[in-house]
């Protein structure tokens, strides 16, 4: 059984950081899919950040364009756990942060998910 478990998230003003953990179990996630979706109030889930194994210590990483520049997505293989760091966080980064995996392609549809973490950012 596959089960993720995040956690870092919390309130903070804006221009702060956070790091987010999600935790992986239940296999060997190196070359997986994994990363994070969040959902806003009243918004539709969105796309985050990814990070894909190519090769033993190559890895393919994505983002969305709202997020690039200030957030940055990693792994560590050894712990099967991924990681979130998010800078000069803006209120409209305040959502529902999910963790996903995928065997392939991650999203939205992907099979695995955390129970995601709230993240709030003050004016």
């Known amino acids: 059984q596959v089960h993720l478990v995040e956690s870092g998230g919390g309130l903070v003003q804006a221009g702060g950081s956070l790091r987010l953990s999600c935790a992986a179990s239940g296999g060997t996630f190196t070359t997986w899919a994994m990363g994070w979706f969040r959902q806003g109030p009243g918004k539709e889930r969105e796309f985050v950040a990814a990070?894909?194994?190519?090769?033993?210590?190559?890895?393919?990483?994505d983002y969305a364009d709202s997020v690039k520049g200030r957030f940055t997505i990693s792994r560590d293989n050894a712990k099967n756990t991924v990681y979130l760091q998010m800078n000069s966080l803006k209120p409209e980064d305040t959502a529902v942060y999910y963790c996903?995996?995928?065997?392939?392609?991650?999203?939205?549809?992907?099979?695995?998910w955390g129970q995601g973490t709230q993240v709030t950012v003050s004016s």
């Open positions: 990070t894909r194994g190519i090769g033993r210590t190559t890895y393919y990483v």
């Open positions: 996903a995996a995928d065997r392939r392609v991650l999203t939205a549809s992907s099979d695995y």
